[in-house]
Nanobody, 121 residues
Framework: QVQLVESGGGLVQTGGSLRLSCAVS????????MGWFRQAPGKEREFVSA????????YYADSVKGRFTISRDNAKNTVFLQMNSLKPEDTAVYYC??????????????WGQGTQVTVSS
């Protein structure tokens, strides 16, 4: 079993930055591809970014490309999402997921509880 715990969310003004972290525990002997998704009120969960197990390949939704950066530190079992130039439309609960590495939520086996990101205008 794998447990994921997100942190780093909060309230920020438009144009500000936040860095989300996802700590992976449990079956960490296996290194998983990881992803970030988000869900705004009344909307479906959507793909944000993904990273391969090695960190050598990264993927982004068009809406965040150029503003967000995903990275990982396998020695610390942690995945990061650096979010810059935040916009009000980035407001959502952000979820970390393990096992998929794709843009499809159903490809992922494990999910965190989520962290709230609120961008004020």
């Amino acid at each position: 079993q794998v447990q994921l715990v997100e942190s780093g969310g909060g309230l920020v003004q438009t144009g500000g930055s936040l860095r989300l972290s996802c700590a992976v525990s449990g079956r960490t002997s296996r290194i998983y591809p990881m992803g970030w998704f988000r869900q705004a009120p009344g909307k479906e969960r959507e793909f944000v970014s993904a990273i391969s197990w090695s960190g050598g390949s990264t993927y982004y939704a068009d809406s965040v490309k150029g503003r967000f950066t995903i990275s990982r530190d396998n020695a610390k079992n942690t995945v990061f999402l650096q979010m810059n130039s935040l916009k009000p439309e980035d407001t959502a609960v952000y979820y970390c997921a393990a096992g998929g590495g794709s843009r499809r939520a159903y490809d992922y086996d494990y999910w965190g509880q989520g962290t709230q990101v609120t961008v004020s205008s």
